[in-house]
């Protein structure tokens, strides 16, 4: 064999091991982040189509009036609303201190039986922020006016 063919040869190989490490690192990555990623829906299409109860999921939208109510120790029960549908929602756990009917929220948990057992819930931190997908639900339904307009 010539050292020209054994460098094409050599060079086959790193490509070919490099291709292969690539393969594991994206399988490994995958596998690892498969119950980080948490899918976001309007309370719309969770009542349109219902997620899987094992399923953990992100919603948002705005606290409903009127349907704030603290039960017996931590527990919280609200729905949230987009304006085109509402889902009723369970926490247990402390409420974040600018959480408040009418207010935008997100929270992450899982829909069962008809009720979204939340296992974190988010507020927004100020009188103009509110999340990209809350506002994209609620312009959707046309509840979103702008705080700047």
Known sequence: MSLKSLKKQRRIQVVALAAVALVVSTVLIGYAMRDGINFFRS???????????NETFRIGGLVEGGTLI???GHEIRFSVTDGGASVPVVFAGVLPDLFAENQGMVGTG?????????SEILAKHDETYMPKEVMDAL???????????
């Open 139 to 149: 312009k959707e339904q046309g509840v979103y006016q702008d705080p700047n307009s």
């Open 110 to 118: 899982r829909y069962v039986e008809g009720v979204f057992v939340a």
């Open 43 to 53: 309370p719309s299409q969770v009542m349109e189509e219902p997620p899987a109860p």
């Open 70 to 72: 603290r039960g017996e």
